[in-house]
């Protein structure tokens, strides 16, 4: 399972500390949730803040654009330090010309949906993108409560991407615990982006421990990233 702390929960005066304290933790990647305001009810920073943190860790970037119109910013976030780049599918009409940017620039493209999205919107895109994040609480806010009405959609994602034999792989973001990283790995999740958990825990490397635990006890066979 990967595991990929949101720096969302993190102490936003010492944000390169925290990115450290991550990559030193032993995190997979660095969850950056990008906000708007416009397409989600909250504001937290832009490729300003994502290219200083590059600087501060060589952790893998995963930049999650909760932004309207993303296809405005594509070439900021890049030139920041991106790895990849998580798109709403609910965000934008371009696409395919945004997916395509994406890969141009080497990097890891990406498609979310909202818990009131079904998944199947994003079906057709499978064999175009890297990732799929399934948001297990309405996007905007950390601390929020783990919606396990959301386990079939994991479920229906991995049927499909095993049926079709795609690489992709699922993602999921939102009430990330040691109680819960079981469901979602067990549902079909490859990633898991947990905040408080990690950034609120006494010892985040423990942490970190703790949850590859959890989902290892209850990870899909078919998953490709259990054994990580």
Known sequence: MIIAPSILSGDF?????EALRCERAGADWLHLDVMDGHFVPNI?????????LRKTTKLFFDVHLMIERPERHI???LRAGADSITLHIEATDCLERVLSAIHGAGKKAALCVNPGTSIETVFAWLDKIDM???MTVEPGFG????????????KAL???ITRRGLSAIIQ???GINESTIGLAARAGADCCVAGSALFHSDDMKEAIVGLRR????NCQLSTVNCQL
Request: glycine fraction near 10%; aromatic fraction near 8%.
């Open 44 to 52: 937290t920073f832009g490729a300003q803040a994502v290219e200083a």
């Open 172 to 174: 999921v973001d939102g």
């Open 132 to 134: 799929i994040l399934v």
């Open 214 to 217: 959890a989902s290892a006890n």
């Open 158 to 160: 991995r049927e499909e």
């Open 75 to 77: 070439e900021e976030f």
């Open 13 to 17: 005066s010492r944000l390169g500390d």
């Open 143 to 154: 601390g929020q409560a783990f919606m396990a009405d959301m386990l079939p959609k994991i």
